[in-house]
């Protein structure tokens, strides 16, 4: 069964310094994966998304996210943090076995000290 | 640029009532669904339809059911609302799986509370 654990629920991290927010994924075959972004009381916003085309796929924003299979992990990452960046971020799985299946990591919230 | 329209930014319901929530897209997209979020719980599925007329259930359809009569809209019905239906609806809309990695696309929410 396909399954996406994000391991931090709450990343906080000063102004100017990098983020890491972390992401391992479970799928019998490679799947699609995708970051979303949720500003709060708003809808979710793609980041970006993993196409087989790169291995390091860059998005909105500034960030990006390395796709490793070997640890099957995609990792969002930014060099510097900005205080807009504060949000709740999604890593999201779509499974190669299913039409309609989206799976959602439970999130972590990122919070930016000034 | 595509969108997921949902009608509601913010609803107040009293209990028993019946509730209407209403998403539409604009992108031609066969799937449709429907998602509940609570803190701590993250987004939860409620239904997802994959053509009009067709639908399935998510992981908590008890309480709610859902009516695709056209493609471009997918409503979820809450038929006698209760409190523990207070909650962030959101709506997204995805093409078909032969689009491996189309992403799905979301609306703003709706922020329901039942009194």
């Known amino acids: 069964a396909q399954s996406v654990t994000q391991l931090d629920s709450h990343v906080s991290v000063s102004e100017g310094t990098p983020v890491l927010l972390r992401c391992n994924y479970s799928?019998?075959?490679?799947?699609?994966l995708f970051w979303y972004v949720q500003h709060p009381n708003k809808g979710l916003q793609l980041l970006l998304k993993y196409t087989s085309a790169a291995t390091l796929v860059k998005g909105i924003n500034g960030f990006e996210a390395e796709f490793k299979k070997s640890e099957t992990s995609f990792h969002l990452t930014k060099p510097s943090a900005h205080m807009s960046d504060a949000a709740e971020y999604f890593c999201v799985v779509t499974p190669y076995s299913s039409a309609s299946k989206i799976i959602f990591g439970s999130g972590t919230r990122l919070s930016i000290r000034p | 640029d595509v969108k997921v329209t949902q009608s509601s930014r913010y609803l107040v319901k009293r209990t028993g009532e019946k509730v209407f929530l209403e998403c539409v897209q604009d992108m031609d997209h066969e799937n449709m669904f429907w998602y509940r979020q609570d803190p701590g719980l993250g987004l939860r599925l409620i239904y997802f339809?994959?053509?009009?007329?067709?639908?399935e259930k998510g992981d908590i359809p008890e309480g709610y059911s859902v009516s695709r009569e056209k493609k471009e809209r997918f409503s979820l019905i809450l038929e006698s609302a209760s409190t523990n239906q207070t909650s962030m609806y959101l709506c997204?809309?995805?093409?078909?799986?032969?689009?491996?990695?189309?992403?799905?696309?979301f609306g703003q929410g709706t922020r329901l509370t039942v009194v």
């Open positions: 799928s019998s075959y490679s799947p699609s």
């Open positions: 997204a809309s995805r093409p078909l799986l032969r689009q491996m990695n189309t992403e799905a696309f």
């Open positions: 339809s994959y053509d009009v007329k067709m639908k």
